[in-house]
């Protein structure tokens, strides 16, 4: 019994969303929906900070440590921003509030039991109750053919991926005879299984699997239809967070359980790392599709972030986290610019001469631009920083300097959309205002992009790798 | 590995017999393939047809709301043979998870998949 207080704050997540499946044909509007799941977000970190505390429990395969709970805390920031940022699409394009909200608390259920796992089955359990929820979630404006289309691409590779994963964990349990990431480690440097061929072959057949949770090339194939499939909002949320969960879960791996099979490991995440960056800023150039370019800018964000993996050390993790979170806030809010501006924002042209006609959301998107482009003093420069300084004492500094280019690559396709607003005349008539709950979504996304731009140690000290 | 050598047998000589079976048929056999005979045998139904006509949804409602009872009773099962050594915290949480398939039997129900009209 004991073991369930440290799933408390998984286990508020799943109470909301089990009273709004119940009283689901009585709601009728998006915005007490979103309040309700911003309450539980709210509700999930207070009690995870009353009953969970510190500890391991169900036979080692859950950890509650200070990594637990930074990525507990991501996620439910990113929930309750994902809940206020879907309000006005729900209604306009006539969805269910309470499924679609019930399907974004499971969404983050999982994520937070795929950050709090030590095991690899139960790393499975949570990224496959985050992709699950997904698919539907992609795929839940019926009426559009693009969305079926993103929806079905998804699952088939996701499916994919899950079935190597599942496949490198059957390979690892054959070895090592154990799926806890202790158990695992300790098991390979007791019987001296290091360069086991088969062990090889799990370790790799994980990280590919993984690699699909987090759209890494070549494993992005699905990142761009689903993202410029789903309504704005899920893209949104699926970009930052479900990035965030595969990194979780990347990082604790590398750092427990494959350990001692690190040159392999981090052999695997240079390619990935060098790949994705390369390839998701190039492919993003000729992007004329906003949403499509921010997914091919995200396949690149992925491949920054694991660079601070790639090193193996505990410096090297808290690094990605601070990517992670800082990758999510700018997203979630380049995402919510497209969703004020509604219909007119997915096209990249729509944005000539914003910032005369939208003065306030031209100079809130450029903030985003910078930060993803990774200009101080923006979260975006200093996450940067953290994770290519750490790739560079690893002595990857090919891979450093690729980095460097590649953002200087980005910079071409993010501050086009700059050069868009601020040096073109406007175009048609001038968007309206922005909805109220976008407007406080998008303050706090700038807030925290601001602010982890100006004050990175503050993070710092959250980020404890496990 | 020597307890992998029957399995080595086994995929050895079922391939044996079959690519036999498949060289004596094409060999000895007569051949006058005709438009039926070359399409892909699938038991009398007709292999490739755009589809054609609706499938009433509610036959898949009834599926689904099978699969949850199913789903239900393949976990309950083991769980009432070890019930003795599991105590208090097996009974709470096969609360918990029967909490949970009944609140999406109730969604089910709610929105009509229970009515056949």
New interface residues.
Partial sequence: MTDLALLAPELVLVIAALVLIVVARRVQRALPAALFVILAAVASVGAGLIFSGQGIGFQASISNDSYTHFFKVLFAATLALGALLSVKHLDAEHIRPAEFYALLLLSSTGMMLAASATDLLIVYLGLELMTLCSYVMVGVTRERSASNEGALKYFLLASFASALFLYGISLAYGVTGATEYAAIASAVQQRGLTGDPLLLAAVILVGVGLAFKIAVVPFHAWAPDAYQGASTPISAFLASTSKAAGLAALGRLGLMAFAPEQPVWSAVLVWFAGLSMAGGSLLALSQTNMKRMLAYSSIAHAGYALLGLIPGTPDGVSATMAYASAYAFMTLGAFGVVIGLGSRGEELSNFRGLGASAPGTAAVMLLFLLSLTGIPPTAGFAAKFGVILNVVRSGHTVLAVLAVVCSVVSAFFYLRVAVLMYMTEPQGAAPGRLPAVVSAALAVAAFMTIVGGMFPETFAAWTIPP | MSEYIGIVIFFALTGAVVSVFIALSTFLGPSKPSKIKSEPFECGEIPFALPMGHVAVKFYLTAILFVLFDVEVVFLYPWAVAYSGLG??GL?EMVIFI??LM??F??AW??GALEWS
Avoid: K, M, Q, R
Wanted: hydrophobic residues 55%; aromatic residues 18%; negative net charge.
């Fill in positions: 208090l915290t709470v909490v949970i609140a999406g109730f969604y709610d929105n």
